[in-house]
């Protein structure tokens, strides 16, 4: 949606939310969700510690960024950071991306080996790179190989199965007929669930997410469980778009980087309640000690520090001093400058204020150091 002048409009205003709004029960398999959303894939943060950080604050279900099938098969510390799973981490899908339909079969295996509950299939990928290794986005123009590897990882995998979908390749019509050979694929092979991104691959990340397609493909699949992505940046967007399309749950991206409170505002709108107030600055402080603990664990103390500076300056969008603390966090080089910033900024209580409900695309990647092309 953009208004004459160009600008993105608000998608949702609280008035907007009516208080008597009750999705359906949301399951992935076996596993009912809580509330009708999920972390979703986000290559270079939802790792381990980013997902159990949401979970504590009401996140139901969530997806590992996308792991390339080879890195798995070669073993190794690439196959550790991406898999690493704790206890408080299920139900949890691995999200696979690969070019062959043997070797993402095999992938899979190993990704049940290593405790995931569900495997999901990444058809979405827009990066140049990926799309010219015939991963992720590629697949979803040629739905023959697509349609091979979803055949050969479901021989293996005998739980749930998912998907990552963009609404298409780009505009045309053979585009969109091969977005349809795919996603009934997927109901004739029991997929579980399917994610679908209202943009297209060749829009990457520009331009509005397509809700009314997610609209129309729920109402054309009611039997199938589909969550729908693209522009949830507050709980607000994700209830809007519960009631706009009837899409079974929610993908959660960007909207939840910096902001895993999302989801237990989404759960008050759900009950129809108000929406909570923001975090205040110590509960904000207690959240990112915790990520940054777990961030340790997962990556030990040097790495970690540079780890969390993308996620400090995506924490910071909640703090009033927000301009102030995102510039300190990216000085962040060591577990002292990180200590320094949260008793500088962290130690007193006070209100927190909402991200903006319209993040800056490029923000989104500027502190993961690296190009938009770079991130899946
Ligand atoms: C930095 C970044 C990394 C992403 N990595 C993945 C990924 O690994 N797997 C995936 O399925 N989607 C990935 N996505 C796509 C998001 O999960 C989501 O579908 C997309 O951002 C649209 O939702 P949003 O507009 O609400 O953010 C990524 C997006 C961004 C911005």
Known sequence: ML????????????????????PRPCRIGAFF???PAMQAGLAGYSDMAMRVVARRRGCPYAVTEALLDRVLLAGGRGREKGSVLCPEDHPVAGQLLGSHAHEMAAAARILLDCGFDVI??????????????CRGGYLLGEPAEAIEMMQRVRDVVPGPLT???????DESSAAADNFQRIFEKALELEFAAVAVHGRTVQQKYTGLADWTFLRKLKSRYPQATIFGSGDVFTAEDAMRMLMQTGVDGVWIARGA?????????????????????????????????????????LYGEDQASRHMRKMGIKYAKLHPQGAVVWREFIDVRSRMDWQGVLDRHYHQDGPGIRP?????????????????????
């Open 33 to 35: 969700l809580a509330i």
């Open 356 to 376: 903006p409900s319209v993040p800056d695309a490029q923000d989104m990647f500027r502190g993961c150091g690296l190009a938009s092309e770079a991130c899946p």
């Open 163 to 169: 998907m990552k979908l963009r609404r298409a390749v």
């Open 257 to 297: 980087i910096g902001n895993p409170w999302i989801f237990r505002e989404l759960s008050a709108l759900i009950r129809g309640d108000a929406l909570p107030p923001p975090p205040g600055i110590l509960e904000q402080r207690q959240a990112i000690l915790e990520h940054y603990a777990l961030a340790t664990a």
């Open 3 to 22: 208004t004459e002048s160009g600008q993105r409009a608000q998608r949702t205003t609280p008035a907007e939310i009516p208080t008597s709004f009750a």
């Open 120 to 133: 999901d299939l990444n058809f979405a990928c827009p990066v140049r790179k990926v799309m010219g290794r």
